[in-house]
């Protein structure tokens, strides 16, 4: 496969241009296949593995392809026009390595990042509580005793929390507050006092599971603690500050670019009154207003995307990025799905699947509220 690092432009151009042509064919049928079933199989995790797409955004000296920040952007662009499990699959196997990688060492590196960029383990990201909020208020907790963390507590609304081999799992040290004490621990997810069970079925991003998950007194060797004791907050949140979020941003614009053009192509269809409803002002200014929408989501995604490629630093950019961009999409998958007439509330109707999908991305690497508080934070610090 060639990738943007390795080759010259027309490389990363035909490496696009593979991908869209995978999700315009290959990625519809299972778009069609997951709808049906309501799951994502393994096999489409092998496939995207296989055609190299989980390991596009990682070093090259990891077994990754290397393909810079900016440019993995483009493709998660086109992914996200596809099924939203499809989408996920690709961003969260695009990502998860480098929260680990910032503090993990070398033996832990062996262990966990690389297999997990090769596609031969799976990790899913586990810090959202149901009693506590995301971050220095988390409950979970660990007692040491010897080389052994005993983690108990719970977590819920982990992607991919019944399917991974392991659960990045953000706690604390039983009796501190704030984000001293906390630590991150790679823990098995079918391990002693592990109980991890799918959650019921969601709104939208059908086929992924979501895990419900009781830690009570699992045991957790000290050596697959990633950083130290008082750092795993900063290690659940240095992707959040950064890529991560910038990447769920990208992923926004990519879902309403395919509501966009789902709503282009069904006005330049659909004829009321004897005119197709794209020659009325009302519907052509509404796709205006959502193309303009979309470009202008796209252009702040990646310029914090390009500030944090030549600074490693773009807290107020991203969560910028993320806010505008998961606003607008509900603005744009709204606009499309109403263009589209009664008949695009109907299940046949692709738009259907997209306006409910899209709804999940104002949640996914924090909310609007969240966002907000890291701007203004930003903000004031530096006035
Ligand atoms: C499809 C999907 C996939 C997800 N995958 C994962 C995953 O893989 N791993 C994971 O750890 N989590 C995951 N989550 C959880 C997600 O990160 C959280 O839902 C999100 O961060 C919000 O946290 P919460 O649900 O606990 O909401 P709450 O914290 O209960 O917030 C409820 C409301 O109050 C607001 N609020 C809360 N605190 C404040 C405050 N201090 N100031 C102002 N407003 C506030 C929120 O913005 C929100 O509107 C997923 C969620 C979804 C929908």
């Known amino acids: 496969m060639s990738t943007a690092a390795t080759a010259p432009a027309s490389g990363f151009d035909a490496l696009r241009a593979e991908v869209r042509a995978y999700v315009e064919s290959e990625g519809e049928r299972w778009a069609e296949l997951i709808e ?7 096999e489409l995790w092998d496939e995207l593995r296989d055609r190299g797409y989980l390991r596009l955004a990682a070093p090259a000296e990891y077994g990754g392809a290397g393909v810079p920040f900016t440019r993995y952007l483009e493709l998660l662009e086109l992914f996200s026009m596809s099924h939203a499990s499809l989408r996920m699959i690709v961003h969260v196997c695009n990502g998860i390595w480098r929260p680990m990688d910032s503090h993990a060492n070398d033996d832990q590196r062996e ?9 031969e383990i799976k990790v899913a990201f586990t810090l959202t509580e149901p009693t506590a909020g995301s971050g ?11 080389d052994t963390y005993h983690l108990s507590g719970e977590k819920h609304l982990i992607t991919f929390g019944t399917i991974a081999d392991y659960l990045l799992t953000f706690a604390r040290v039983e009796g501190t507050r704030g984000a001293e004490g906390t630590v991150a621990l790679m823990v098995p997810t079918r391990g002693e006092g592990v109980d991890a069970r799918e959650m019921a079925e969601t709104m939208g991003v059908r086929g992924t599971d979501h895990g419900h998950i009781v830690f009570d007194r699992a045991p957790v060797p000290v050596s697959d603690r990633l950083g130290q004791e008082g750092q795993g907050l900063d290690i659940a949140l240095s992707g959040f500050l950064g890529p991560s979020r910038i990447s769920l941003a990208t992923t926004c614009v990519g879902l309403a670019q395919r509501a966009l053009d789902l709503a282009v192509g069904y006005a330049q269809g659909r004829e009321t009154f004897g005119r197709k409803i794209a020659e009325r002002q009302a519907i052509a200014f509404r796709l205006a207003e ?19 490629e030549q600074t490693g630093h773009a807290p107020m950019q991203a969560a910028m990025a993320k806010l505008f961009a ?6 744009v998958t709204d606009g499309a799905l109403q263009v589209h007439g009664g008949i695009g509330y109907w299940a046949t ?15 996914e690497e924090g909310t609007a509220e969240i966002q907000k508080t890291t701007i203004a934070r930003d903000l004031l610090r530096n006035r």
Request: charged share 30%; net charge positive.
């Open 36 to 42: 049906r079933e309501h799951r994502a199989p393994p």
């Open 111 to 119: 262990r966990f990042i690389k297999p997990v960029i090769a596609g």
């Open 136 to 146: 220095a208020d988390m409950r979970c907790s660990v007692v040491r005793e010897g």
């Open 290 to 308: 959502m193309a303009t929408d979309v470009e202008a989501a796209r252009r702040l995604v990646m310029h914090a995307a390009s500030t944090w």
């Open 326 to 331: 998961s606003e607008m999409l509900q603005r």
């Open 349 to 363: 109707s692709p738009i259907e699947r997209v306006y409910r999908d899209a709804r999940a991305q104002r949640f």
